[in-house]
């Protein structure tokens, strides 16, 4: 049990190896909750609380699920962005457009009318 925890003084060594006197006083601790009838969750608890998070050799990660959403979520709007920077058409190019010759010929004839309406006036 003491091998999955971090001896709190600044040592930093394992419980279980570490000979410093905060490490015997927290063994004796672990000790006298283990007569108690304490379990290993009540003990790691109780550790915790005492000396905190840190005291775990191996502590809980926290869940992650908000990165991960958030990540999927960016690359979502990138991948959607990047879409639409792709299919933007091109506005210079102007597309055949069928019976261009009639509009083109609609065209020169309403602005001969209107430069002549212009100049009569």
Request: glycine share 4%.
């Amino acid at each position: 049990m003491t091998s999955h925890l971090i001896c709190p003084c600044e040592c930093a060594m394992v419980i279980s190896t570490c000979d410093c006197s905060t490490a015997v006083q927290v063994k004796k601790e672990i000790n006298s909750m283990k007569d108690a009838g304490f379990s290993e969750n009540q003990i790691f608890s109780a550790l915790q609380a005492e000396y905190g998070k840190e005291i775990l050799a191996h502590p809980e990660k926290d869940s992650s699920i908000t990165l991960w959403a958030g990540g999927i979520l960016f690359v979502i709007t990138f991948v959607f962005l990047g879409y639409i920077a792709i299919k933007k058409p091109d506005l210079r190019i102007i597309h055949d457009i069928p019976d261009k010759q009639k509009y083109e010929q609609q065209f020169e004839e309403e602005y001969q009318k209107f430069v002549s309406e212009v100049e009569e006036k």
